[in-house]
């Protein structure tokens, strides 16, 4: 098993907010932070998809779910941690660092 550190910067935009609320930079920042929290820290995907909006909403039945699940197998100690956020009016960029031991399950090509 080998440990891996990986930071990663993401943007969250308007994939986790309807329009409608699309449109101040604190309450998308709040957002996006209880999106990462609801995914990463609760492992509850069904609140993190009650968070998203347009067209990313109909991606969670196939992609998201099924890929937490492999990622939880290869990674099962996880701790994914936000570094920074910067919110504007229409989108979020979370930068994050994420800790893990690899359990030696497949995750992308690695084993």
């Not at 969250?12 to 709040?30: G, R, V």
């Amino acid at each position: 098993m080998k440990r891996a550190l990986a930071s990663l910067a993401f943007t969250l935009a308007a994939m986790i907010a309807p329009a409608s609320q699309a449109s101040d930079s604190a309450a998308n920042e709040a957002l996006a932070r209880a999106y990462f929290e609801a995914l990463f820290e609760k492992d509850d995907p069904a609140a993190a998809k009650a968070m998203t909006g347009g067209a990313f909403a109909e991606q969670w039945r196939d992609g998201v779910p099924a890929g937490l699940k492999a990622m939880r197998a290869a990674f099962p100690d996880l701790k994914p941690r936000i570094d920074a956020v910067v919110a504007g009016p229409a989108s979020v960029a979370v930068f994050s660092t994420w800790e893990a031991t690899h359990s030696g399950a497949p995750f992308l090509g690695l084993e």
